[in-house]
């Protein structure tokens, strides 16, 4: 599998998310922002967390409209997988490649935990190696991750089955407690109608080694590789 992942200036999870598609076989390309094109061969590109262009404006508003975000439109429009986290699923949001936009957290706090996040669904490219209703152990870390919808997308996300990750206690109830953010129906991370792309806040490729404190992030990687026909 080759993964392609974007550098911007401000960006500070693009290592982190090369190490962790690396560590599950695959091969890697840091892409720049104002690169025009994607390498040849590309499975998958990792929008990764940070801050942006310093999260000026609106949370990743001047990223969605550098150069190499047509190229990443283009790709998922072929069906090209998509994977954004955190400032990256913002990102996304901002580049009309998702519903939706994540708003400044409900208690004006910036928030870095651990959060439970539970598996809505088992069957997508990013869910393959976990059990429905399965709970992962990932961080998040971020000051603006209430997820937002009006209530027309928010009913559409529910009924087509596109909610992919929901914050959740230990018993796997999505409660006000378990929600770091204020999200709308504790919305941690959504696909597209297609299913190609994958926008999510917390941080899966911070929860890749058990000397961090989880592995669960793996298995979204792992779910990955599996997507592209890698065993």
Known sequence: ?????????????????????KAVGAKVS????????LPEGVDIVGVPGGFSYGDYLRCGAIAANSPICREVAA?????GYVM??????????????????????????????????RTERADTPFSL?????????????????????????????????RVLFRYSDLSGIATEEANPNGAAHNIAGIINQAGN?????PHPERSCEALLGSTDGNLIFQSIIDSCGVK
């Not at 993964?3 to 962790?20: K, M, Q, T, Y």
């Not at 792309?197 to 806040?201: Q, T, V």
């Open 197 to 201: 792309i994958l926008g999510m806040m």
């Open 129 to 161: 190696r976990c059990q429905p209703g399965q709970l992962l152990r990932v961080p998040v870390s971020h000051g603006d991750g209430n997820y937002f919808a009006d209530p027309e997308t928010l009913a559409a996300l529910e009924e087509e089955g």
């Open 75 to 79: 790709h998922a429009e072929r069906g």
């Open 30 to 37: 840091m892409v720049w922002h104002k690169d025009t094109s």
């Open 84 to 117: 954004g986290i955190c400032n990256g699923f913002q990102i996304l949001c901002e580049a009309g490649l998702l519903p939706g936009a994540l708003l400044r957290n409900q208690h004006l706090e910036y928030r870095c935990q651990w959060s439970h996040l």
């Open 1 to 21: 599998m080759h993964a392609a992942v974007i550098v911007f200036p401000g960006s500070n999870c693009d290592r982190d998310l090369a190490v962790a598609f």
